[in-house]
């Protein structure tokens, strides 16, 4: 699913005005008539409704949802926290309604309760936390125990980058117009847009094939697609052999947990390279990965040669012992996906990397390797992780809700899947061993990296079914087998 920036939006908006005589006021009413439709869907019994309305084309379209609901003999109140500009599409609907024998309410005039809230404030013109009316309106809104429809936008969302600069409207569903906004798909706005569905309104197709989208949704049939089928006549020699290295004293479970996730997923050898102390406990929990106790880069020579990709991070530490594995590992160009540790070693120092690896950065490590502070990154995290992936000149994966992958070309990819369960101790160590397997299966970054997140992402919610709280990063095994050899057939 094509995703776009705001910009790109207003584009097609106004080539569909401009290119094809497709006057602002029929768009509006396209976009008010969907709404509506939306919100009887959703809420068939609701009797009583508040539609509350900004100054713009994003109140526009609430004043015509609102003469629709009265016209099915519905009780609207509407509620203006400011006039329309004069000689808009947005005056035009405040007018019509009006004529319809709509009132309109101030923002401070006594409003009953509702039973459906409609959000018509700010759309995509925001780019500032709301204050005064706007926010007392929203804060109102977000106490309606989840009966809030929000039209284009969720009010206070930045539908760029989807920070939430302030206080933001939390919809049950947010009907988008003309195309989907990449901010809504990832970091907070997630958590503020409910279900999306969008209307195109009918403008032509051509006005979007002139321009590239900024990102894409990946979908299961996409992901399907990018997973190797196995030959009857394979052998373990055809899916690549994988070296996890990590655990430095008292962080064993972190390299054992990214080991695994590379056999769960599909690899046909693994080492882990740990301290000698972890090799025992590893041995007896998961007897497959092959595990040996390193204590400097030369012992780790030999178990480098026979691998085909490098899995280093996961509890790798940031002392010597840690540094001189990294640094060989590196050094040795093999094919890798760097994550933890070895991101905080690579924000100190700038070593070459191999020509083919996966960078996965949580925000806080993000930070780090582009020298700035995490909520700067939260701020645009589709700016932040093209910028690591252009400076390091490697894939990157941007963790978190809605997580991003880029290209060091500035492709990206965002992920629909994943919940808040998988907010716990060792997933991003499942996710390094799940993009290393892949890797070593034959694909390249951008595609091991793409499949990867998406496989671990709708493994979190296959183990989410018995509850959120409380999740283990190891719950996510059984359903990431299950997902690697079929992901299109699990509905998650």
Not at 156 to 167: K, R, T
Request: glycine share 12%; net charge neutral; with cysteine.
């Amino acid at each position: 699913m094509a995703l776009y920036t705001v910009a790109q939006v207003r584009s097609f908006d106004r080539a569909a005005i401009d290119s094809h005589g497709i006057a602002g006021y029929t768009l509006m009413q396209r976009a008010a008539g969907f709404a509506w439709q939306r919100l009887r869907e959703r809420w068939p019994q609701a009797r009583r409704i508040a539609v509350i309305c900004g100054s713009g084309n994003n109140g526009g379209d609430g004043y015509v949802l609102a003469r629709l609901a009265r016209e099915a003999r519905l009780e609207v109140e509407v509620v203006a926290l400011a006039e329309p500009r004069a000689d808009s599409d947005a005056a035009r609907a405040h007018a019509d309604w009006i004529a319809a024998g709509g009132a309109v309410l101030t923002a401070e005039a006594p409003v009953a309760a509702a039973e459906v809230y409609v959000d018509a404030i700010f759309g995509t013109g925001l780019v500032r936390p709301p204050h005064g009316a706007a926010q007392a309106w929203i804060e109102r809104m977000n106490a309606a125990d989840g009966r809030v429809l929000a039209l284009d936008v969720p009010s206070g969302v930045d539908a760029d980058s989807g920070h939430v600069p302030g206080v933001a409207v939390r919809a049950a569903e947010t009907v988008s117009f003309v195309a989907h906004k990449r901010g809504l798909f990832s970091g907070a706005a997630t958590d503020r847009c409910g279900a999306i569905t969008l209307d195109a309104l009918q403008i032509p197709p051509d006005v979007f094939a002139a321009a590239r989208p900024d990102a894409r949704l990946l979908s299961a049939q996409d992901i399907a697609a990018r997973l190797p089928a196995r030959g009857k006549n394979a052998h373990k020699g055809n899916f690549g052999h994988v070296l996890a290295i990590g655990g430095d004293r008292g962080y064993g479970g972190a390299i054992r947990l990214a080991g695994e996730a590379a056999l769960r997923c599909g690899a046909g050898l693994v080492s882990v390279a740990t301290r000698a102390e972890h090799v025992g406990a590893m041995n007896a929990a998961r007897p497959e990965l092959m595990a040996r106790g390193v204590e400097g880069p030369q012992e780790l020579e030999a178990m480098l040669e026979r691998a085909s990709v490098v899995a280093i991070g996961p509890g790798l530490g940031q002392r010597a012992w840690g540094h001189a594995l990294w640094y060989a590992a590196l050094a040795s160009g093999k094919p890798a996906v760097i994550d933890a540790d070895a991101l905080n070693l690579l924000a100190r120092d700038r070593p070459a990397l191999p020509a083919h690896c996966v960078l996965t950065p949580h925000p806080g490590e993000a930070a780090r390797l582009l020298g700035m502070d995490t909520a700067a990154i939260e701020r645009d995290r589709f700016a932040a992780v093209r910028a690591i992936a252009a400076r390091q000149g490697a894939v990157t994966v941007l963790k978190g809700a809605g997580s991003l992958v880029a290209t060091p070309e500035g492709e990206l990819a965002v992920c629909p899947w994943g919940n808040p369960g998988m907010a716990s101790g060792g997933m991003g160590d499942v996710l390094t061993g799940t993009i290393a397997s892949l890797l070593a299966q034959g694909l390249d970054p951008w595609n091991a990296a793409c499949a990867g997140v998406a496989i671990h992402a709708r493994a979190g919610d296959f183990a989410a079914r018995a509850g959120q709280a409380g999740m283990l990063a190891g719950d996510l095994f059984a359903p990431l087998q299950r997902l690697r050899n079929d992901f299109a057939a699990h509905d998650a």
